[in-house]
């Protein structure tokens, strides 16, 4: 399981004899000799960066794409802390919240940071966000240092000059680092950023460049186009190479991906895509390719070279055949344990005095699921972890609203379905019309009174937030973040029934995109 509050954060991170003004800040006034800052070989974040040797600590690896080879460190700015920047580790934690979760929450004692879902639906979007997100990209080709923040990012022209400036005072390279903005939105913003944020196109970055390799390989699927808003968390069939108009937000497992336009290094599709060995490639022009066109909603195969990419049509015998041999090792789960049936405090989930930790969550994973389980070994850390009090509803209490209002019923006629199993579509109507119906299911009466009376008795007057613990999540090589949802409970307010909030929970785990990874 990725438990990010486990992760121990011990190093201090200093600089060297880097002369700087009476505010504390590097002077970056050209002739000044920067020295290397970054001590510590795997360091987790910096506070400068003063040689090259110190970003190639921080940077991602080379791409696989070799025009233009770069490297990347994604930048954070936290403006509760005073503006404090961080240089992250990107090797380490390539996406922001992983950095953020492990290193700026409530176990480092400072702000809470929301589960993925939640940060991706606000720390790029909303305007009194906790942070400014970003990266420096070094692109090797044109020998240019970008500043870069994701194409959806609607940071505005203060936040952008915030970070950049930062940036620029923080690092041996300030004197020569360029903003680039990644979107139409951004370079019509770019307009209005100050004379002191340059500035550099990406027709300026990339001349003369129309193929980017992001992540190499071989793959086959339907070909289709979508916007980048119709997949963005939206489900999408994992057997589709998609052709992309722009940079979504994020994407649910498909067979490859084709974008038209360029992405950064470390843009959070790159990532998934590296993670889920999946195919990935931009192409100027692709979407009004007549080539690619020609093929839409055919079988085809997609090779991601380092200098060429092809796109040839396969039968759909070929590609059963090719999904067959490359399908991924089935996930092992558990069944459901029914056998607890009490609301049980998160310190008291785990048996560790008849057992060891190992033992202790493989039986308490089928009662109350990884996250769960796994919190309430957080739980008795001790001081140097504070956890939050918490309590776990046990699958029992899960497993009771489903045969109660006739839901699993309808889940094992899926097993039969032949459309459920062979549309998309119908599939996803079904779900759909499953979570729809949890919702206005029934709890059992007594069931909710025992959660309310545990509230009223031991969280009185406190709005409460339910979250997710499956037998499928956290599960070493699935992790399931993002795919379930959270919600809140108010005994208090009308607006917020507990009811409401553990019926929208349960009912996240059967969501399209959730069963479609899980399928996978």
């Known amino acids: 399981m990725h438990n990010p509050l486990l992760i121990a954060v011990t190093l201090l991170i200093g600089c060297g004899p880097i002369e700087t003004d009476d505010t504390g800040k590097i002077n970056t006034t050209p002739g000044i000799q920067w020295e290397c800052a970054v ?33 990347s460190s994604k930048t954070i700015v936290d403006r509760i802390d005073s503006d404090r920047l961080y240089f992250t580790n990107s090797q380490k934690y390539p996406i922001h919240w992983d950095f953020a979760s492990a290193n700026l929450s409530a176990a480092n004692g400072m702000a809470f940071v929301p589960d993925l879902g939640s940060f991706n639906a606000t720390e790029y979007t909303t305007p009194d966000r906790r942070f400014i997100l970003g990266a420096i990209t070094y692109y090797e080709e044109p020998d240019v240092w970008a500043y870069e923040i994701a194409p959806y990012d609607t940071a505005d022209v203060e936040m952008i000059t915030k970070a950049y400036t930062e940036i620029r005072d923080n690092a041996y390279f300030g004197q020569d680092l360029f903003f680039h903005p990644s979107s139409e939105a951004q370079g019509a913003l770019a307009e209005g950023l100050p004379e002191e ?7 300026e970055l990339f001349a003369g460049i129309t193929y980017q390799p992001l992540n190499l390989g071989t793959t086959m699927g ?5 916007t980048a808003e119709e997949v963005d968390g939206q489900y999408t069939n994992f057997r589709e190479v998609v052709v992309l108009d722009q940079i979504p937000n994020d994407i649910s497992i498909v067979a490859g991906i084709v974008t038209d336009a360029f ?7 790159n990532v998934l895509s590296q993670n889920r060995g999946t195919p990935n ?29 092809t796109v040839v049509e396969v039968t759909q015998a070929e590609a059963d055949a090719w999904w067959d041999a490359n399908r991924p090792e089935p996930l092992e789960t558990v069944p459901m344990d029914l056998t607890v049936q009490a609301l049980v405090n998160t310190e008291d989930i785990l048996q560790l005095d008849t057992m060891n930790l190992s033992d202790a969550l493989a039986v308490a994973i089928p009662a109350f699921g990884g996250k769960c389980s796994h919190f309430g070994g957080l739980s008795l850390i001790g001081d140097e972890c504070p956890v939050p009090e918490a309590f776990g509803v046990p699958v029992f209490f899960y497993n009771q609203f489903m045969e109660e209002n006739g839901f699993w019923a309808r889940v094992e006629a899926w097993e039969t379905d032949v459309d459920f199993a062979s549309d998309p579509d119908y599939r996803h109507a079904e779900l759909e019309q499953l979570q729809a119906d949890m919702l206005a299911g029934t709890i059992n009466p007594a069931t909710l009174q025992l959660v309310l009376d545990k509230l009223a008795a031991e969280f009185p007057g406190i709005r409460m937030r339910f979250r997710s613990s499956t037998n499928a999540e956290d599960l070493g090589d699935f992790t399931g973040a993002g795919l379930y949802t959270s919600n809140s409970g108010n005994p208090d307010d009308p607006a917020e029934p507990v009811d409401m909030a553990m019926k929208a929970t349960w009912s996240s785990v059967w969501n399209p995109r959730a069963f479609e990874e899980r399928d996978y």
Request: with cysteine; glycine share 8%.
């Open 281 to 309: 490639m931009s192409l100027i022009g692709a979407w009004e390719d007549p080539e690619l066109r020609a093929l839409e909603g055919k079988w085809v195969e997609l090779t991601v070279g380092p200098f060429e990419h």
């Open 39 to 71: 001590d510590e070989d795997v360091p987790e974040w910096a506070d400068q960066v003063g040689c090259w040797e110190d970003f190639g600590k921080l940077a991602s690896e080379p791409l696989d794409a070799s025009i233009p080879g770069a490297r």
């Open 197 to 203: 944020v340059n500035i550099i196109t990406t027709d």
């Open 222 to 226: 339907l070909l289709t186009f979508h």
């Open 263 to 269: 992405q950064t290094p470390l843009s959070h599709i």
